[in-house]
């Protein structure tokens, strides 16, 4: 074992002083749950001079990255006949909110398959809610 980890006074290393000055100068939002499969919309800010407005990118969420304040996601959409990805810092003070619209059935948790995939095989199954109501 380090020797300076083995004295009784806790010791801080590096990382772990780090990760707490993120937790303190970083401030991220409570937005819902989602994951890779997820249709989602996210309203983001965008600043043209003095201006401010808020642009909706909606699409699938293909996949999500690294943990705390440096955690991304990436979402797909088509624009015409073109696929159009972005990705979003979840910290980042521009994305506004993030609403879920479906969520998608998938097995993995990255889904970069769905790139190459168009028409009829480019769905993805709804995820079935399991309601009281029966």
Do not use: C
């Amino acid at each position: 074992m380090h020797p300076d980890l083995r004295s009784d006074k806790k010791k801080y290393r590096v990382m772990d002083i780090i990760k707490e000055l993120q937790n303190e100068l970083v401030e991220v939002k409570n937005f819902p749950n989602f994951k890779s499969g997820d249709t989602v919309t996210v309203s983001y800010k965008i600043k043209e001079g003095a201006k401010e407005r808020i642009q909706q990118f909606q699409g699938v969420v293909l996949q999500r990255r690294g943990t705390g304040a440096t955690e991304t996601f990436t979402v797909r959409k088509m624009s015409g006949n073109v696929g159009v990805e972005r990705i979003f810092p979840i910290a980042s003070p521009f994305v506004d909110q993030i609403v879920v619209n479906k969520k998608g059935a998938v097995r993995r948790a990255r889904i970069f398959y769905f790139r190459e995939r168009t028409g009829k095989s480019a769905r993805i199954k709804e995820k079935r809610s399991f309601s009281a109501a029966k």
